[in-house]
């Protein structure tokens, strides 16, 4: 195949789940439902969280931040896919598919720190109590989304602009619903040497320090909770961070998951599937996760339907 400068380069084909016909209708409406639920739990998280004053601490800033990322990385990928099953097309313009690469990257790995500044909001919370409104000042929690933030679209602008200098070959077909960072790269002619070492780095950077930072957290966490005297001190101490300790496992459980798919499968729906459980799912169950064991998130979520005074 004749390179051609990536100039020439009008638009990318994301093949999605299947081309059979017969499966569209199923497909759109599964992302459909997927997307409004998504939108809808985490709309309502948010909204639960501005309108209690009783939520109005780190912990659920966090929560509202978290919240809001996920329906950003939902609405960056889901919105293309039922456009193009409607219109009975499989393009992306090479533009709206650099957009939405960079957005997947930032707002994915924005939810990576996020978690992980989660993990050190319960480790304040549970290891110095006493400290704890001191230590996790409103600056520091906005410093602390703000750094995550930077620190995100950084690595985002700088793998999206690795890719500018790339060539690409004839064949533009993306085996995705949305364009994946290393999908694109494979479909270059040109050297993608440092294009492959910067995703490698960049990976382990963005999943083993978060990564390590959650472990070292929780294993203080525990060995505090070991501590205390009382069953039911552990019980209660062990519940405040039960629900984000939930979210992590779907988090990376999934990310793992679509790891493994990659590395040992070359069923390219098998990958789509994979990668859909990653970048749908867990945005889609995150709510359910923290309003389903959190007494003061249903308590909120009540006062915010009933208009209620809060009881708690």
Known sequence: MEPRNHTAVSEFLLLGLTEDPALQPLIF????????????????????VSSDAHLHTPMYF?????????????????????VNIQAHTQSITYTGCLS???SVLIFGGLENCLLAVMAYDRYVAICHPLRYMVIMNPRLCVLLVLLCLLVTTVNALLHTLMVLRLSFCTALEIPHFFCELTQVITLSCSDTLINNLLVFWGTSLFAGVPVSGIIFSYAQ???????IPSVGGRYKAFSTCGSHLSVVSLFYGTGFGVYMSSAVSDSSIKNVVASMMYMVVPQMLNPFIYSLRNREMKGALGHLFTGSPSSL
């Open 100 to 102: 939405q690469l960079c």
């Open 62 to 82: 966090f929560l509202s931040n978290l919240s809001l990322t996920d329906i950003c990385i939902s609405t960056t990928t889901i919105p293309k896919t039922l």
């Open 29 to 48: 409406s599964l992302f459909l439902s997927m997307y409004l639920v998504t939108i809808l739990g985490n709309l309502l998280i948010i909204l639960a």
């Open 221 to 227: 966490i525990v060995s505090s909770i070991l501590r």
